[in-house]
C-alpha cells in the first residue's frame, strides 16, 4: 500500500537529512523532487502545488532554521502536512439516532460496493451493530447473488426481492430491519460503467426517500485520478458523506488517497486493504502519513493484533511456554492467528522503520506459511505433541502428504527444535515468554 510513493519521498528525505544546515536552494530542490514524486504518484497536480507550497513556507520559517536537526524537522512538517492532506484526523460513522441507522452506497461499476456491503456489515457487527444487507442493485446480472453469498459468509441477513424496483426493495429493507429490531441498514445501489443520468437519479431518489443517516462513496483506489473526478461528479450530485477507498492493497502510488479529500472535501471514512473480510480498516489519516513516510504504525499494529487474537488461547499458551510445553501443534495454532491479522508484507509496514531497514526489501513468502501448515497437517496427533518420535520413515511419509520434500520437513523440525531451546534459555533467565507481537 503506497509503497512506491514511501520509496520516492525516502530517498528525497534522507539526502535532506544528510544536510547539516538547510538553506533556501536545498528546499527548494527537495521541494521540487517531492512535487515530482507525489505527480508521478498520479497526485492531482493542483493539489500537488498546494500540498509543496504549505510545506515550503513552513520549512523555511524560524522553528526549522534554529532546530538543531533541521532535516529531521522538515520530515515532522512533511508528514503534518500529508496527514492534513488527508483529513488531519479519522472521521467514523454517524448513525445519528435514527434507528435503524441506514447507510447507502454508491460509486461506479467495479469498484467493489458488494464485497465492501460485507466488509461493513462484519466490521459493525463486531462493533456490537445488528446489521442487515439490502440488494438493491437490480441491474448487474448476479448482483443479488453475490450479496447473497456475502451474507451468507458472515452470518448477517440479507433482504432481497425479485422486481425492478430500486427504490421498493430499499424501503421494504428498512421496514424489515425494523420489524426485526435491527439497528443497521447497509444498501448496496447499482453502479455503471460512466456517470449517467439514470444511475444518479436513481440514487438521489433512494436518498431523498429512505433519507439515510449516511452516503458513503465507494472509490477503487487503483484507478487513481479517475477515482477523483468521480468522486466529484457524485459529490456535486449527490452530496455523499464519506469515501471508503477499496484495493488499497494494490494500489503502489496512492493519488486517490492523497488527492480526493482535497477535491471532493469529503472525509475519507474505511479502506479496503485486501480480499477477507476483515481486511477493512478505519481511516487514519495521522497513520497514513507515517506509513507512507516508513515510520511504522504500531497503534494499528496493536489494534489489530487485539481484533485477532484470541486471549484465552494467548493465556494458556504463555502457561505451556514456562512448563516448557510447547508443541507444533501450539506453533501451528499461532501460524493461524498471524493469518488473521493479514498478509506479513502490510503487517511488516506497520513497523517503525521498517523502509529504511532490512525488512524494507525482504520478500516475504506467504507461500512458505502455506507449506509449513501442509506439514504439520500431515503429521499425526503423536508426532505433532512429540516430534522426537519422528524418525526417517516418519519424515519420508510426512513429506509425500504434504506434498513437499524431505529437506523441508528436516529444516521445519530443526527451526522448531531451536526455537523450543531459545525459549528454555529465556525461561530459564525469568524473562516474559511471549511470542513475537505480543501473542
Do not use: W
Not at 428498512?174 to 426485526?180: L, S
Not at 471508503?244 to 482535497?262: C, E, P, Q, Y
Not at 506453533?331 to 509496514?349: A, E, R, Y
Amino acid at each position: 500500500m503506497l509503497q512506491e510513493l514511501g520509496d520516492k519521498l525516502d530517498g528525497v528525505l534522507r539526502k535532506l537529512k544528510g544536510h547539516g544546515k538547510l538553506t533556501e536552494k536545498n528546499i527548494a530542490d527537495s521541494m521540487r523532487d517531492i512535487r515530482r514524486a507525489l505527480l508521478e504518484a498520479d497526485v492531482n497536480y493542483k493539489v500537488a502545488k498546494q500540498f509543496i507550497n504549505d510545506v515550503e513556507q513552513r520549512a523555511l520559517g524560524q522553528e526549522v532554521i534554529k532546530s538543531i536537526t533541521p532535516g529531521q524537522m522538515v520530515v515532522k512538517i512533511i508528514h503534518d502536512e500529508l496527514a492534513k492532506l488527508m483529513g488531519e484526523k479519522d472521521v467514523p460513522v454517524n448513525f445519528g439516532n435514527a434507528l435503524p441507522g441506514v447507510l447507502m452506497l454508491c460509486g461506479l461499476q467495479g469498484s467493489g460496493k458488494t464485497t465492501l456491503a460485507g466488509k461493513l456489515a462484519f466490521h459493525f457487527r463486531k462493533k456490537g451493530r445488528n446489521p442487515l444487507l439490502v440488494a438493491a442493485d437490480i441491474y448487474r446480472p448476479a448482483a443479488i447473488d453475490q450479496l447473497k453469498l456475502v451474507g451468507n459468509a458472515i452470518n448477517v441477513p440479507v433482504h432481497a426481492e425479485d422486481i425492478q424496483d430500486a427504490l421498493t426493495i430499499a424501503k421494504n429493507g428498512i421496514d424489515y430491519a425494523r420489524k426485526h429490531m435491527m439497528d443497521t441498514v447497509i444498501i448496496d445501489t447499482a453502479g455503471r460503467l460512466h456517470i449517467d443520468e439514470k444511475m444518479m437519479q436513481e440514487v438521489k431518489n433512494i436518498k431523498n426517500t429512505v433519507k439515510p443517516s449516511e452516503i458513503l462513496f465507494v472509490a477503487d483506489a487503483m484507478t487513481g485520478q479517475d477515482a477523483v473526478k468521480s468522486a466529484k461528479a457524485f459529490a456535486e450530485y449527490l452530496d455523499f458523506d464519506g469515501v471508503v477507498l477499496t484495493k488499497m492493497d494494490g494500489d503502489a502510488r496512492g493519488g486517490a488517497a492523497l488527492s480526493i479529500r482535497a477535491v471532493t472535501n469529503k472525509p475519507i471514512k474505511f479502506i479496503s486493504t485486501g480480499e477477507k473480510v476483515e481486511q477493512l480498516e478505519t481511516f487514519h489519516p495521522d497513520r497514513i502519513a507515517s506509513r507512507i513516510l516508513g515510520m511504522g504504525d504500531v497503534v494499528s499494529l496493536v489494534e489489530r493484533a487485539q481484533e485477532t487474537i484470541d486471549q484465552e488461547k494467548a493465556a494458556t499458551l504463555e502457561k505451556r511456554l514456562r512448563r516448557q510445553e510447547f508443541t507444533l501443534e501450539d506453533f501451528f495454532d499461532q501460524l493461524q492467528q498471524i493469518k488473521k491479522m493479514g498478509p506479513l508484507q502490510d503487517i511488516l509496514s506497520m513497523i517503525p522503520g521498517a523502509q529504511n531497514k532490512a525488512l524494507k526489501n525482504l520478500n516475504v513468502d506467504e507461500g512458505a506459511l502455506v507449506r509449513v501448515e501442509a506439514i504439520i497437517n500431515s503429521m499425526t496427533t503423536d508426532e505433532r505433541r512429540s516430534p522426537h518420535i519422528i524418525n526417517g520413515s516418519r519424515r519420508k511419509r510426512i513429506a509425500r502428504g504434504s506434498g513437499t520434500s524431505v529437506q523441508e520437513v528436516n529444516r521445519l523440525l530443526n527451526q522448531f527444535t531451536m526455537m523450543r531451546k531459545m525459549m528454555k534459555q529465556m525461561n530459564r533467565g525469568g524473562g516474559r515468554m511471549r511470542m513475537p507481537l505480543g501473542f
